[in-house]
């Protein structure tokens, strides 16, 4: 038989195409963002700066509190490929204090988004750790 990008199993009534937003949690393209002891504000500028330039993994357009953090945590995961958009950030860009950003993802990945980071606001590295495949990457952000 022959087989083409589209072909569906009639037998199952399932796609042989992948869905090209289905990719797995180790995916080189996606990174997961935690944003540490901010205001809501200041983590939904944050998430708004990287939504602008990534698609948001589950589709979402707001932080993600997480309440069984210690302190207010946000957290995301943005799909960092080549596809990513090429607008200009919002306008309104300001950060009432300092946010806390980890990364981690695939090291081309965890650099693209953190070179969106770097031109919206100052961007100071307070940690790093590499692995195999992944990198995990500690910034402080400030009003630039």
């Known amino acids: 038989m022959n087989s083409t990008a589209h072909d569906t199993d009639t037998a199952h009534g399932t796609s042989a195409s992948p869905d090209p937003t289905d990719r797995p949690a180790s995916s080189p393209e996606l990174v997961q963002v935690v944003l540490d002891a901010c205001s809501v504000e200041d983590a939904d500028t944050v998430l708004r700066v990287l939504g602008a ?37 919002p306008s309104d860009l300001s950060l009432n204090g300092s946010v806390t950003v980890e990364l981690q993802g695939g090291p ?30 500690r910034l402080r952000l400030t009003h630039a």
């Open 53 to 89: 330039r990534f698609t948001e993994e589950s589709g979402e357009d707001m932080p993600r509190h997480d309440s069984a953090a210690r302190s207010d945590t946000w957290t995301g995961a943005f799909l960092v490929g080549r596809d990513a958009r090429d607008t200009a950030l």
């Open 108 to 137: 081309v990945a965890v650099d693209r988004l953190r070179q969106t980071l770097t031109s919206a606001f100052g961007v100071q590295v307070s940690g790093s750790a590499s692995g195999d495949q992944e990198i995990d990457l």
